[in-house]
C-alpha cells in the first residue's frame, strides 16, 4: 500500500487501536444514527512508524457516521508546510498542502461476551506528488476486552496496487482519574495503548530493503498516551503524546529510507478535540 520510492499511502485506521474503539461504540446499536467529528492537531504525521511530514504541524480532521454496527468515516491530513524530499512532482513543495484523503466503510458485531469483530475497507486518496498510485485495502479486527486491559489483532491487506498485508497486535487500557473538577463536564480519563506490528510486502518497490529482497519483517512498534478532558458534555479536548520505533532487523533500514527526515524513531505531539451527537 505503500507508494513507489517510499511514498506511503496512509489511513486512519491504520492507529493501533482505532477499530477496537469503533468496534465497542458501534455495537452499542444506537436508536438512531451517531455522529461523531473530530480534529487532531500534531507536530508530525506519522503513519505505521513512518514519518510523512517534516518541520511542520499537521491538521488531521475526521468524521464518522455508526448505525447498529455499521460505519462510515472521512479522514484526512493537510501538512502546514510540507516538505517532501521524494516528491515526484514537486520535491520540498515548501508550501501548506492537503495532500491525503481517506474514506472507510466498515461493520462490526459482539460474537461472543466481550470478543467484538470487525470488517472493512478502506480508500486512500493521495496526492500525487507523494504517491503514483491510490491504495484500497481490506481489513479485519478483533478485540476482546479483558478485566485488566483490551487486547486486539488487525490485518490489512492491499489489493489495489503495490500488494502486502500488515499485521498488528495491541493493549490498550482506559480508566477514570479519581479527581472531580467542577468545571468539567465529566471526570478526565487517560488512555494508553501499546502495539507492535509486522509488514508482509509482495513489492520490492514499496518498501526498500539492504539487500534488495521482499520486506517481510516486524516492523514498528507503539506506545501512546492520551487525556481526554470532557469540557462540555459533547466535547473532549484529548493532549497526546505518541512514540514509533522501529523493531530491529530489516525494520530499521527500510524505516529510515521511507521517512521523510531519514529517522527510524519518531515522538509526537500534540491535541485532539473531539465531539459526538
Known amino acids: 500500500m505503500w507508494g513507489a520510492l517510499g511514498q506511503a499511502a496512509a489511513e486512519a485506521p491504520g492507529d493501533p487501536g482505532t477499530e477496537g474503539k469503533q468496534a465497542e461504540e458501534a455495537t452499542k446499536k444506537p436508536d438512531r444514527p451517531e455522529v461523531s467529528a473530530s480534529v487532531d492537531m500534531l507536530s508530525q504525521y506519522v503513519?505505521?512508524?513512518?514519518?510523512?511530514?517534516?518541520?511542520?504541524?499537521?491538521?488531521?480532521?475526521s468524521m464518522t457516521i455508526s448505525y447498529k454496527g455499521f460505519a462510515a468515516n472521512i479522514w484526512g491530513n493537510f501538512d502546514t508546510y510540507e516538505r517532501n524530499p521524494f516528491g515526484f512532482t514537486n520535491p520540498n513543495r515548501n508550501a501548506a498542502k492537503w495532500n491525503e484523503?481517506?474514506?472507510?466503510a466498515s461493520?462490526?458485531?459482539?460474537?461472543?461476551?466481550?470478543?467484538?469483530?470487525?470488517?472493512?475497507?478502506?480508500?486512500y486518496a493521495l496526492d500525487s506528488n507523494n504517491s503514483l498510485y491510490d491504495s484500497?485495502?481490506?481489513?479485519?479486527?478483533?478485540?476482546?476486552?479483558?478485566?485488566?486491559?483490551d487486547v486486539g489483532f488487525q490485518v490489512f491487506r492491499e489489493v489495489s496496487n503495490l500488494p502486502g498485508w500488515y499485521l498488528s497486535w495491541y493493549v490498550s487500557k482506559s480508566f477514570e482519574l479519581p479527581v472531580n473538577i467542577k468545571v468539567l463536564a465529566a471526570r478526565p480519563s487517560l488512555d494508553l495503548m501499546a502495539s507492535w506490528s509486522a509488514e508482509l510486502s509482495n513489492s520490492k518497490i514499496a518498501f526498500p530493503t539492504e539487500d534488495g529482497s521482499y520486506y517481510r519483517s516486524m516492523h514498528a512498534g507503539m506506545v501512546s498516551a492520551g487525556l481526554n478532558i470532557p469540557v462540555h458534555k459533547n466535547v473532549t479536548i484529548t493532549p497526546k503524546?505518541?512514540?514509533?520505533?522501529?523493531?530491529?532487523?530489516?525494520?530499521?533500514?527500510?524505516?529510515?529510507?521511507?521517512?521523510?527526515?531519514?529517522?527510524?524513531?519518531?515522538?509526537?505531539?500534540g491535541v485532539s478535540v473531539s465531539t459526538k451527537f
Open 101 to 104: 484523503t481517506d474514506f472507510t
Open 241 to 269: 503524546v505518541i512514540y514509533w520505533y522501529s523493531l530491529g532487523g530489516q525494520s530499521t533500514y527500510t524505516i529510515r529510507a521511507l521517512s521523510w527526515d531519514s529517522v527510524q524513531n519518531h515522538i509526537l505531539g
Open 47 to 61: 503513519f505505521r512508524g513512518v514519518g510523512l511530514s517534516r518541520g511542520s504541524v499537521v491538521f488531521q480532521p
Open 107 to 123: 461493520y462490526s458485531r459482539e460474537v461472543l461476551k466481550n470478543l467484538t469483530l470487525t470488517g472493512g475497507i478502506v480508500y
Open 136 to 149: 484500497f485495502e481490506v481489513f479485519g479486527a478483533a478485540v476482546y476486552k479483558l478485566p485488566w486491559f
